[in-house]
Nanobody, 121 residues
Framework: VQLQACGGGLVQAGGSLRLSCAASGRTFNVYAMGWFRQAPGKEREFVAA????????DYAESVKGRFTISRDNAKNTLYLQMSSLKSEDTAVYSC???????????????WGRGTQVTVSS
């Protein structure tokens, strides 16, 4: 599975941004997809994830109520709508996919290159 994320940029605090992640290749086996982020000097952290079939989603506490993850199966595309952005949301955001059934917060096998999100205060 190949993943390509886009949609990052510079936004003011309180603003919104939508990230997209296009999946290609052996997508019929995908069990879940997720978004992760890594800020300078910090470890990569889980942001949100969604099962590729069904409605189950999961969010990090820090983004609950502000971010919404969704998918378009027909387009093999994952989205992350980010609202009420804060300076601490500044990071490189990466999308990931996994084939194996399990906890969708971790265990991802396929990763795309990240897209930079910068929130100015």
């Amino acid at each position: 599975v190949q993943l390509q994320a886009c949609g990052g940029g510079l936004v003011q605090a309180g603003g919104s941004l939508r990230l997209s992640c296009a999946a290609s290749g052996r997508t019929f086996n995908v069990y879940a997809m997720g978004w992760f982020r890594q800020a300078p000097g910090k470890e990569r952290e889980f942001v949100a994830a969604i099962r590729w079939r069904g409605d189950y989603t999961d969010y990090a506490e820090s983004v609950k109520g502000r971010f919404t993850i969704s998918r378009d199966n027909a387009k093999n595309t994952l989205y992350l709508q980010m609202s009420s952005l804060k300076s601490e949301d500044t990071a490189v955001y990466s999308c990931a996919a996994r084939d194996r059934i399990g906890n969708i917060r971790s265990g991802y096998e396929y990763w795309g290159r990240g897209t930079q999100v910068t929130v100015s205060s």
